[in-house]
C-alpha cells in the first residue's frame, strides 16, 4: 500500500514515511492510492472480536510495512484498560431523543476525556516505530500549538514514549482553566509545556516556522533529532479513526439495532473534518453507511459547502460553547475532495491555492453531486446546542458534551425533515466534565461556582454522572510548568527544553 499527495500523485510513500514526514513536501496531503475493502466475511468475523482485534484487522490493511507484530504491539499497548477504562474504548450508548433513536458512540473514555485520545494514543506508537524504518533512526521531538484539546491529548499520549519528546505551546489567556491546569500538571519525564503571549495563531505560526526553519532542523540533526508532527492531517492520527466507525457498525449488529448488511446513518460534529473523513473511509472500505450528517456549530461553513458546492471561509468567526470545532478552514476537507474527484490532485490543488489566494473555491458539479448524494450539512446555534443539552438530559438522564449536543441537535433536525429511519450512530466527543461551565448552564442548575473544580462538582452534585477519574485526580495537583514566554523566543525555548545550547 502506497500513499499518494493529494497535490501530486506521482509522489508514492510508505506508511511509515507518510506518518513520520506528516505533510507531503508539496503540501498536500497523504492518501491511500487505493481503499483496501473489508469483505462480507471479514465484517462478519469482527463482530465477535474484540475492539482491539477488529483495530489490527483495520490498520494491517494500512500499514503493510509494518508487521504483524509491530502493528499488535502498537494497538495493545495504546487500547488498555487502564487508560480507557474498559476492554471496549469506544462504546454505544443509546437514548430516545424526541421519540427517535440515536446511538452515541463515546469516544471519550481515554485519559483526556475526548475523542483525541483514540489516535493520540497511538500515534506515538506508529511514529517511534515509522521513525526506525523512515526516519534514519532519529529521535523525534513533536512541537504542538494548541487551543486547548489537541495539546493535552498529545502530551499524555507522548509521555515517557521512548525516543520521543514533547512541547506543547498554549496562548496564556487562550484556554480554559481545566484546559490549563491539565496541561501545566502534565506527568512525564519527555515533556515541556510553556504558554506564550499571544494568541492560538500566534503560537501555532511561530511553531511552523520553527518547524521548517533549516537551521534549527540542522542542529536537531547534529544531536540525533529531528521535528516530528502531531496534528490531525497526520495519517497515523486519520487511520485509528476509521477503526471506530467499523466497530460500531459491529456492535449495533451485536445490539439489535441493525440487521447485518443492512445501512447506517452516520453523525459527526465537525471542525477540522478529520473524525467524519474517518468514518467516509470506512464507507469507501464497504462499511454499509447511506448517509453522512456533518454537524457544525455557527462556523457553518461546511453546511454551506455542502449544500451549495461553494467553500467560502470569508466570514465572521464566531467564538461558540463548542471551541473545537471553531474552524474555518477545514484542513481535512482535502482529502475528500481529492478522492470525489476521482484522485485528481491538479484538480485538488486548484481548489486548495483558491482557497489561500480567495479564501473561497467552487467545486465543479461531478463533486458537487457525489457530495450530496452522500452528505449532508446541518449547523447549530449556541441556542439549539443549551436547549439540546438541556432536553436530552431531561428526557433521558443522559448528559452530553457542547459538541455531541451540536451532532444531537442536527441529528434530530434531520430526522424531523427528512423522515429518514435509517438507524444512526452520533459521534460522542468530549465528557460533559470537559464542559462544565456551559453544560451546567445549559441545565439551569443555578448560580455558577467559581473555580472549574467547584463546577465539575456542582454538576456531579446536580445529576449524579460519573467525573471521570483523569479529571477527578486534577484537583489539587501541583503544576510541573510555569514558564511563559514571547513569541519571538520559542525557538530558544524549544533548544533550551531539549537541553541543547545554541
Ligand atoms: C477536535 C474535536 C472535534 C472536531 O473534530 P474534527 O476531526 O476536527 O472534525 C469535535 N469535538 C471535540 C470535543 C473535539 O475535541
Redesign the pocket.
Known amino acids: 500500500m502506497h500513499y499518494n499527495s493529494t497535490q501530486d500523485k506521482s509522489k508514492a510513500v510508505l506508511s511509515a514515511q507518510a506518518i513520520a514526514q506528516g505533510i507531503s513536501q508539496d503540501g498536500g496531503l497523504f492518501v491511500p492510492e487505493s481503499f483496501p475493502q473489508i469483505s462480507e466475511g471479514e465484517l462478519k468475523s469482527m463482530l465477535l472480536m474484540s475492539y482491539r482485534d477488529r483495530a489490527k484487522l483495520i490498520m494491517a490493511k494500512y500499514l503493510t510495512d509494518f508487521t504483524a507484530e509491530e502493528i499488535a504491539d502498537c494497538v495493545d499497548s495504546a487500547y488498555t484498560v487502564e487508560k480507557f477504562g474498559s476492554d471496549h474504548p469506544a462504546p454505544i450508548a443509546t437514548v430516545t431523543f424526541n421519540g427517535a433513536q440515536l446511538n452515541l458512540l463515546e469516544l ?1 473514555h481515554g485519559p483526556t476525556c ?3 485520545d483514540m489516535a493520540l494514543q497511538i500515534l506515538p506508537h506508529f511514529l517511534t516505530k515509522s521513525l526506525k524504518k523512515a526516519g534514519g533512526g532519529r529521535d523525534a521531538v513533536i512541537l504542538v500549538a494548541t487551543s486547548g ?2 495539546g493535552k491529548a498529545a502530551l499524555e499520549g507522548f509521555r515517557d514514549v521512548d525516543h520521543t519528546k514533547i512541547i506543547v505551546f498554549y496562548p496564556q489567556n487562550g484556554v480554559s482553566a481545566m484546559q490549563k491546569h491539565q496541561m501545566t500538571t502534565q506527568e512525564g519525564e519527555n515533556v515541556y509545556v510553556c504558554a506564550i503571549r499571544g494568541n492560538f495563531d500566534d503560537a501555532q505560526t511561530a511553531v511552523k516556522k520553527i518547524f521548517t526553519d533549516p537551521a534549527t532542523q540542522e542542529i536537531l540533526a547534529q544531536h540525533n533529532m529531528m521535528f516530528s508532527s502531531a496534528n ?1 492531517i497526520n495519517w497515523g492520527r486519520l487511520l485509528p479513526q476509521i477503526v471506530y466507525y467499523v466497530s460500531a457498525y459491529c456492535d449495533m449488529v451485536n445490539m439489535g439495532r441493525v440487521a447485518f448488511g443492512d445501512k447506517i446513518n452516520i453523525t ?9 473523513l474517518a468514518a467516509y473511509y470506512a464507507y469507501e472500505m464497504g462499511l454499509p453507511v447511506k448517509r453522512f450528517i456533518c454537524a457544525s456549530n455557527s462556523n457553518n461553513v461546511l453546511t454551506d459547502f455542502i449544500r451549495t458546492g461553494v467553500y467560502n471561509k470569508n466570514r465572521d468567526f464566531y467564538t461558540t460553547v ?1 471551541p ?2 471553531d ?1 474555518l478552514v ?1 484542513s ?1 476537507l482535502e482529502r475528500l475532495l481529492y478522492c470525489l474527484s476521482g484522485n485528481n490532485d491538479a484538480e485538488t490543488k486548484g481548489y486548495m491555492d483558491l482557497l489561500k489566494t480567495e479564501g473561497m473555491y467552487t467545486v465543479s458539479a461531478k463533486i458537487k453531486d457525489k457530495l450530496q448524494s452522500m452528505f449532508r450539512g446541518g449547523y447549530a446555534d449556541e441556542d439549539a446546542t443549551m436547549r439540546t443539552i438541556h432536553d436530552l438530559y431531561e428526557q433521558q438522564g443522559y448528559l452530553c ?1 457542547t ?1 455531541t449536543a451540536v451532532a444531537v441537535s442536527v441529528c434530530d433536525a434531520y430526522i424531523r425533515e427528512t423522515g429518514d429511519k435509517t438507524p444512526v450512530v452520533i459521534a460522542s ?2 465528557s460533559p466534565y ?1 464542559f462544565s461551565r456551559a453544560v451546567l448552564t445549559a441545565l439551569d442548575a443555578g448560580k455558577l461556582p467559581e473555580s472549574e473544580f467547584d463546577m465539575v462538582e456542582r454538576l456531579h452534585d446536580f445529576t449524579g454522572a460519573e467525573v471521570p477519574a483523569p479529571l477527578a485526580s486534577l484537583r489539587g495537583k501541583k503544576a510541573r510548568f510555569a514558564d511563559v514566554t514571547d513569541k519571538e523566543d520559542m525557538q530558544g525555548a524549544v533548544l533550551g527544553a531539549l537541553g541543547i545550547d545554541k
Do not use: E, L, Y
Request: net charge neutral.
Open positions: 471519550w475526548a475523542f483525541k484539546d489537541t490531525s459527526v460534529p465537525t471542525g477540522n473534518f478529520g473524525n467524519i463548542s473545537s470545532m474552524i477545514s481535512n458534551d459538541h466527543t468530549a470537559k
